[in-house]
């Protein structure tokens, strides 16, 4: 069977998913079937096969299952976010899941030699880091749980911060990608190789910046995001572990400076401490409320979860939610409670996976520019994924990055499906035979 033909039958499961997935909520909800999830489920299908004719016209070698993974996880999402708010935020979901394949598809037509990016990496990293500080501008910056991270323009929220960070992972792999053999060699010094600090000068201004996200921002997670990439790809560039154990090092060292000396961040992990103290609780401002009522959400999902509709959203006569905001930040202790650690399992399965053949496309790259790319996006996706899991089951302080495709939000879902054209074009040329006379 051709790449193509595998691409397409992977989407057929990921529709059967979505048309499961609303004749369950529409079962829960009213306690019969609808044909309306039929409806759905074909309308998607449709979508996918548009897009997947687009990718067989256009990168015909491109990864099979990087498409159909995304479906996965899209279908998802827009269950859950149907389940969670009803119908007229799915419906919003599904018009920003359209939009993101017409930018999909403009993407993969505008950049089909996507190694020119290389030529403006200058100017997409100051873009970058301007997106990065654009939620902080009087006016226009919005706070959303005590980080900035949105901006409010008349008719429309966004946040930026979702398009800075595959503006700086295409930075990072044309910089190293130049200077990766002065960074892995370099003078010795006490009997260790020491590179030229000329060009360590913009990496530790990305380190600055990762810091400056945590004293501007108040946000932890965006800062953990950017300068993981960063270490991921410098680690592939130089192939030496010790930039990657310094790095951390310095990372570690600014994140404990900045939390003993910034309320915020200091309240936040606090909270991830001791979620569960009376005091931290019951706080009228940057309260353990969320986090703790999310651990008691995990686990009365069990095993097997308590089924579709059967979390307590709200607090019994009330419209407060009992855990505040769970169509994104925390999406997936909703996930966990109504499907079970195996649900839970299943989505996270979904994308180490889809994590696994942007490597894999890494691996397979012909030229260093492409390979670094490869390995900075497949980095961002695992990062945000770990972070915004890793805060709602208390690995990490909770933070409020989105959950790639599934979370609601439109910034999110059209900034990743930038990532993902980004991944099949370099996917296609590394699968594209060479012909030689």
Known sequence: MTARNRELLGLIPASLLLCAGFAAVFIQ??????????????????????????????????????????????????????????ARLARLQAQWFVLGLVLFVGTVILFRDYRKLEKYRYLIMIGSLAMLLLPKIPHIGQQVNGAYLAVHLPGITFQPIEFGKVGLVIFLAS????HRQALAS???????????????????????????????????????????????????ATDRISFVVIGMLLFAGGAWYL??????????????????????YHAAYNSSYQLANAQFGMAAGG??????????LTIPGTTAYFIPVPNTDMIFSVITWELGLFGAAGLLITYMIFCARGF??????????????????????????????????????????????????????????????????????ARRPVYTS
């Not at 360590?200 to 997670?221: E, K, Q, S, T």
């Not at 095993?303 to 307590?312: A, D």
């Not at 497949?378 to 409020?400: D, M, N």
């Open 303 to 312: 095993l097997f979860g308590q089924g579709f509709g059967q979390s307590m």
């Open 29 to 86: 909800q009213s306690g019969k079937l609808s044909s309306v999830s039929l409806v759905i489920g074909a309308v998607f299908l449709g979508l996918c096969l548009a897009g997947h004719v687009f990718i067989r016209w256009t990168l015909p070698y491109a990864d099979p299952y990087i498409f159909p993974l995304v479906a996965v996880l899209a279908c998802f999402g827009l269950v859950m976010v149907y389940r969670i708010d009803g």
């Open 186 to 236: 370099g003078r010795r010094i006490f009997g260790y190789e020491v590179p030229p600090l000329k060009h360590l000068g913009p990496l530790l201004l990305l380190w600055g910046a990762a810091m400056l996200a945590l004293i501007v921002l108040h946000d932890i997670g965006s800062s953990l995001m950017f300068y993981g990439a960063l270490l991921a790809i410098l680690y592939v």
């Open 360 to 429: 894999k496309t890494a691996v397979l790259a012909r030229d260093s520019f492409s390979k670094l790319l490869a390995v900075g996006l497949s980095a961002v996706v695992a990062l945000q994924v770990f972070v915004i899991v890793g805060g709602v089951t208390r690995v990490i302080p909770l933070t409020g990055v989105p959950l790639p495709f599934v979370s609601y939000g439109g910034s999110s879902i059209l900034a990743n499906f930038i990532l993902v054209a980004l991944l099949l074009l370099i996917s296609d040329r």
């Open 259 to 280: 939390a003993t000396h910034i309320s915020h961040i200091d309240a936040r992990v606090q909270a991830w401490l001791h979620p569960f103290d009376p005091t931290l």
């Open 175 to 178: 910089y190293l990608r130049d």
